[in-house]
């Protein structure tokens, strides 16, 4: 298991490199920088509790605020997002900025069971 964090923290890690010529970067440096932080961590130790849901929290809000634009552009009947780099209209750049957010949060969404599962009993209860 510990490589496969450490493999997950090494993509978030790329994710947040790649959103630095974006006009938002450091939104997205700390979005995908927290989960790669929370991976990393998982292969050594247990992350604190707080900190995966703080993110989780972050990333399943902003990608909620995103919806009405997803809908959208599904209405639109689905134009490719993976074209041009430039999109050109908002709803495409904000459906990718969706579908980066619901990796983000299944990972996120992945780290609440591992760490739910590593979590020791106190002896005697």
């Not at 074209?83 to 209209?89: I, N, R, V």
């Not at 980066?100 to 209860?125: E, N």
Request: glycine share 6%; proline share 6%.
């Amino acid at each position: 298991m510990k490589y496969f964090h450490l493999l997950v923290a090494v993509l978030f890690l790329l994710f947040a490199y790649w959103q630095l010529n974006d006009p938002d970067w450091p939104l997205w440096v700390l979005m995908y920088g927290s989960v790669a932080v929370i991976a990393g961590w998982s292969a050594v130790a247990q992350p604190p509790r707080l900190l995966i849901f703080v993110a989780l929290t972050a990333s399943a809000l902003w990608m909620g605020s995103l919806i009405p634009d997803l809908i959208e552009w599904i209405n639109d009947g689905m134009p490719t997002i993976a074209g041009q780099m430039k999109a050109e209209s908002p709803y495409i750049e904000l459906t990718r900025e969706f579908f980066g957010l619901l990796i983000c949060t299944l990972a996120l969404i992945g780290y609440v069971v591992v760490s739910r599962d590593r979590v020791q009993p106190i002896a005697g209860k």
